[in-house]
């Protein structure tokens, strides 16, 4: 479907492993960052097409490296879905202000999700 390739950043290790699962069998690539600074290295080192990014995380939480991501020139455009627990209204509207791309509050269905991603990535056809 897609040969995107994802950067997915949580500190949850099962998170992790079950969006690599089910985005690699949708034909994305995905790299994982556990922390928000392993986000960052690896947002300098390699081309990301999209990021998904929690909030909390420890070293740098999501809103920090969402506000990194758009200070860079090469990340500024990628588009960055945050994926958190957190469900207030500040928390959705300081990260829409920071420059995310879309917001899915935890729990959440996966498949949603990818049609989220699918929705932001350019159209290759």
Do not use: W
């Amino acid at each position: 479907m897609s040969n995107a390739r994802i950067l997915v950043c949580d500190d949850d290790e099962l998170l992790v492993e079950l969006l690599q699962f089910r985005l690699s069998a949708k034909g994305f690539e995905v790299l994982a960052a556990e922390h928000g600074q392993a986000a960052m290295t690896i947002a300098t080192d390699a081309k990301i097409d999209a990021v998904v990014l929690d909030a909390m995380m420890p070293q740098l939480d999501g809103y920090e490296v969402l506000r990194r991501l758009r200070e860079m020139p090469a990340t500024s455009t990628v588009p960055v879905i945050m994926l958190t627990a957190r469900k207030g209204e500040r928390d959705i509207v300081e990260a829409l202000r920071l420059g995310a791309s879309d917001y899915l509050a935890k729990p959440f269905m996966p498949e949603e999700l990818i049609a989220r991603l699918l929705r932001l990535l350019p159209k290759t056809n």
